[in-house]
């Protein structure tokens, strides 16, 4: 496995642009930075001499804010490379550059102690990125690679649910026969093997103004609709044992001698199946109308945005390769694991893409402070997919 070499070789290149790469801020809404950051990848990946390279501008998403109205939020872009799409056989190698982190968070800087590299997106998911990129160079330099075609999909608006660019993901899932993502494995070096489906929701509750001490009967609190789907969302999923249904922000109101008229609640729901997410939709929207001639004005947003993501025989036989390929790197076993969030897959899964969406390196404290990868994990996750690639094309 001559090939794999080159990973080895250029290890050093690759931990130095990782920690260079993770030290510019790219926050989903940092457009001037992800501008930066999609030029730095697109010249990074370019050594792979593509046979196609393009950026795309992603539309506008309706969104509301904090005082109810609808506003339109851009997105930076996506960028594509494709080669060899003539081969029988194509595979997606799928990320996303954004991150959790605002500009104005604490946390920016790179850090390295010993193994750890500590900092904002090492793990999630730039060191997926140069997990990808490295793979695909070793892949490219082996004695095997025009037997494959392969296209790469790096998105950036992946953590706030990939909305602006579903379009591309699916155009992607349509066009390849498996699908590789680089979200980080769990801190054990697990993989995902299946996903619940997230749904993302905003509800617009509208109520009646008056003064709190003259006039309380007069007004009509509009956060006592925040507190009935408190208990309509904890009725359902005492119902429904498997069912998450997560009020994640609360706004409206003002002054405290003020009836509000105006409470914002934002909450996201998890469901395991295609029947439960259904079940779900129906009694939201059984709910909606209740409220609405409850509250007077009050408006639903949202939709479920990553479908149920179950472990398909195809997936099967892909986690098969990557044990058979881990076996012989002398890796340990893979072991396997079901998990209440949702990534890309469930998207491209849902496209009809079958697909694993764990195989960055392995770390922890994604989305937070703590963000951390274990460096040499990186180099063992490379070589896993660059085999994985160089099996395929053998079979």
Same mark, same amino acid.
């Not at 850090?111 to 590299?117: A, E, L, S, V």
């Not at 904002?120 to 990125?129: E, I, S, W, Y």
């Not at 904890?234 to 105006?262: R, S």
């Given at each position: 496995?001559?090939?794999?070499?080159?990973?080895?070789?250029?290890? =050093? !290149?690759? *931990?130095?642009?990782?920690? %260079?790469? @993770?030290? +510019?801020? #790219?926050?989903?809404? /940092?457009?001037?930075?992800?501008?930066?950051?999609?030029?730095?990848?697109?010249?990074?990946?370019?050594?792979?001499?593509?046979?196609?390279?393009?950026?795309?501008?992603?539309?506008?998403?309706?969104?509301?804010?904090?005082?109810?109205?609808?506003?339109?939020?851009?997105?930076?872009?996506?960028?594509?490379?494709?080669?060899?799409?003539?081969?029988?056989?194509?595979?997606?190698?799928?990320?996303?550059?954004?991150?959790?982190?605002?500009?104005?968070?604490?946390?920016?800087?790179?850090?390295?102690?010993?193994?750890?590299?500590?900092?904002?997106?090492?793990?999630?998911?730039?060191?997926?990125?140069?997990?990808?990129?490295?793979?695909?160079?070793?892949?490219?330099?082996?004695?095997?690679?025009?037997?494959?075609?392969?296209?790469?999909?790096?998105?950036? =608006? !992946?953590? *706030?649910?990939?909305?602006? %660019?579903? @379009?591309? +993901?699916? #155009?992607?899932?349509? /066009?390849?026969?498996?699908?590789?993502?680089?979200?980080?494995?769990?801190?054990?070096?697990?993989?995902?093997?299946?996903?619940?489906?997230?749904?993302?929701?905003?509800?617009?509750?509208?109520?009646?103004?008056?003064?709190?001490?003259?006039?309380?009967?007069?007004?009509?609190?509009?956060?006592?609709?925040?507190?009935?789907?408190?208990?309509?969302?904890?009725?359902?999923?005492?119902?429904?044992?498997?069912?998450?249904i997560n009020l994640g922000k609360v706004e409206g109101g003002g002054p405290n001698n003020v009836v509000p008229d105006l409470a914002i609640a934002r909450f996201n729901a998890r469901v395991s199946t295609k029947k439960q997410r259904t079940e779900f939709e129906h009694q939201l929207e059984i709910f909606n109308r209740r409220m609405r001639k409850k509250y007077p004005g009050t408006e639903l947003y949202g939709k479920f945005t990553s479908p149920p993501k179950p472990y398909s025989a195809k997936a099967k036989k892909i986690v098969s390769?990557?044990?058979?390929?881990?076996?012989?790197?002398?890796?340990?076993?893979?072991?396997?694991?079901?998990?209440?969030?949702?990534?890309?897959?469930?998207?491209?899964?849902?496209?009809?893409?079958?697909?694993?969406?764990?195989?960055?390196?392995?770390?922890?404290?994604?989305?937070?402070?703590?963000?951390?990868?274990?460096?040499?994990?990186?180099?063992?996750?490379?070589?896993?997919?660059?085999?994985?690639?160089?099996?395929?094309?053998?079979?």
């Amino acid at each position: 496995m001559k090939f794999l070499e080159l990973i080895d070789n250029r290890f =050093d !290149e690759l *931990v130095n642009r990782l920690e %260079s790469f @993770s030290n +510019l801020n #790219t926050h989903t809404y /940092n457009l001037k930075n992800l501008d930066v950051a999609i030029d730095q990848l697109q010249e990074m990946f370019s050594e792979l001499e593509p046979d196609e390279i393009n950026q795309f501008e992603l539309s506008p998403i309706d969104s509301i804010n904090s005082n109810g109205e609808i506003k339109q939020l851009n997105h930076g872009k996506v960028l594509r490379l494709r080669k060899r799409q003539n081969a029988e056989t194509k595979i997606l190698l799928c990320g996303h550059y954004d991150t959790v982190y605002p500009k104005d968070h604490d946390f920016q800087k790179v850090t390295i102690d010993g193994n750890k590299m500590m900092g904002p997106g090492v793990l999630d998911m730039k060191g997926g990125l140069m997990t990808m990129l490295y793979a695909l160079l070793a892949y490219e330099n082996s004695d095997t690679k025009n037997k494959i075609g392969w296209e790469v999909l790096i998105v950036s =608006d !992946e953590e *706030v649910g990939s909305i602006a %660019s579903s @379009s591309y +993901l699916g #155009t992607s899932a349509r /066009n390849n026969d498996v699908g590789l993502l680089y979200e980080p494995a769990l801190p054990d070096g697990s993989i995902v093997k299946s996903r619940k489906g997230v749904g993302s929701y905003t509800m617009v509750f509208r109520g009646v103004s008056a003064h709190a001490g003259r006039a309380f009967n007069d007004g009509l609190n509009a956060f006592y609709g925040v507190a009935d789907l408190i208990n309509w969302s904890k009725n359902m999923m005492e119902i429904n044992k498997d069912l998450i249904i997560n009020l994640g922000k609360v706004e409206g109101g003002g002054p405290n001698n003020v009836v509000p008229d105006l409470a914002i609640a934002r909450f996201n729901a998890r469901v395991s199946t295609k029947k439960q997410r259904t079940e779900f939709e129906h009694q939201l929207e059984i709910f909606n109308r209740r409220m609405r001639k409850k509250y007077p004005g009050t408006e639903l947003y949202g939709k479920f945005t990553s479908p149920p993501k179950p472990y398909s025989a195809k997936a099967k036989k892909i986690v098969s390769g990557l044990q058979d390929c881990a076996k012989r790197l002398n890796m340990p076993k893979i072991k396997l694991v079901a998990t209440g969030g949702a990534s890309d897959g469930n998207k491209l899964n849902g496209f009809g893409l079958p697909n694993i969406d764990s195989l960055g390196p392995i770390g922890d404290g994604m989305h937070s402070r703590d963000e951390y990868v274990l460096i040499d994990s990186i180099k063992e996750r490379t070589k896993l997919s660059a085999l994985y690639l160089y099996n395929i094309t053998k079979e």
